[in-house]
């Protein structure tokens, strides 16, 4: 009965719905991956790289999850699993640019930070707008899902450092909102990998 469910045309336009949303997402954050990575170099932001790096992060994990869209709930399971793994690393990589700025201080440039964040903010919101319906559909969209909830969050933390740096002419608030955005991150991961260890088969 489930190899007929996996293989009839009953699940078909739910595929194919999945698979133009993912391909959406995907182009979205890997054009803002490039946009805000190279906002970050000359802003100086180690919070707007780290948003950079979540952009780069989802756009791989939109990609993976295409390839997993028609594939059985083993692979989707692990797929998702290495969702994680990718979301822990960009957390990693925060990790490192905060001690790098902690050794090589410099004050941020909070308009170009304030910009790229509501440009952000603006195209992760189509993303969740476009993922809303897909996020209870199985594992792999779910775990989509939980990618785009929080570029929402780093968003909008990295709007609030913009201003909170132009306040205090200080570089803290843009590593604070950095290590919070890498604690985020970490935290997402973790529920990502239980998730996904969770959805694989019996006896696999």
Same mark, same amino acid.
């Given at each position: 009965m489930?190899?007929?469910?996996?293989?009839g045309v009953s699940l078909d336009? #739910?595929?194919e719905?999945q698979?133009?949303?993912?391909?959406?997402?995907?182009v979205v954050n890997?054009?803002m991956? #490039?946009?805000i990575?190279v906002?970050?170099g000359y802003?100086?932001?180690?919070?707007?790289?780290?948003?950079s790096l979540?952009?780069?992060?989802?756009?791989?994990?939109y990609?993976?999850?295409?390839y997993a869209?028609s594939?059985?709930p083993?692979a989707?399971?692990g797929?998702?699993l290495f969702?994680?793994? #990718?979301?822990f690393?960009?957390?990693?990589?925060?990790v490192?640019?905060?001690?790098?700025r902690?050794?090589?201080?410099?004050?941020?440039?909070?308009e170009i930070?304030g910009?790229?964040s509501?440009?952000?903010?603006?195209?992760?919101?189509?993303?969740?707008?476009?993922l809303?319906r897909?996020r209870r559909e199985?594992?792999n969209m779910?775990?989509?899902?939980?990618?785009?909830r929080n570029?929402?969050?780093?968003?909008?933390?990295?709007?609030?450092?913009a201003g909170?740096?132009?306040l205090t002419?200080?570089?803290?608030?843009d590593? #604070?909102v950095?290590?919070?955005l890498?604690?985020?991150?970490m935290?997402?991961?973790l529920r990502?990998?239980?998730a996904?260890?969770k959805?694989?088969?019996?006896?696999r």
């Amino acid at each position: 009965m489930n190899g007929c469910c996996d293989n009839g045309v009953s699940l078909d336009p #739910l595929r194919e719905r999945q698979r133009g949303t993912l391909r959406i997402v995907f182009v979205v954050n890997a054009v803002m991956f #490039l946009v805000i990575v190279v906002a970050s170099g000359y802003g100086r932001s180690t919070a707007l790289l780290s948003d950079s790096l979540d952009n780069l992060g989802d756009a791989l994990t939109y990609g993976l999850s295409l390839y997993a869209v028609s594939r059985g709930p083993a692979a989707k399971a692990g797929v998702a699993l290495f969702k994680g793994g #990718l979301i822990f690393l960009g957390a990693c990589a925060v990790v490192v640019q905060i001690f790098f700025r902690l050794k090589n201080p410099a004050i941020p440039v909070f308009e170009i930070m304030g910009v790229f964040s509501v440009l952000g903010l603006a195209a992760n919101a189509f993303c969740l707008f476009l993922l809303w319906r897909h996020r209870r559909e199985d594992i792999n969209m779910s775990s989509v899902w939980e990618c785009s909830r929080n570029d929402i969050a780093s968003n909008l933390s990295v709007f609030v450092a913009a201003g909170a740096v132009w306040l205090t002419g200080s570089a803290w608030p843009d590593l #604070l909102v950095a290590s919070g955005l890498a604690l985020l991150l970490m935290r997402s991961a973790l529920r990502v990998m239980i998730a996904a260890k969770k959805a694989f088969p019996p006896g696999r």
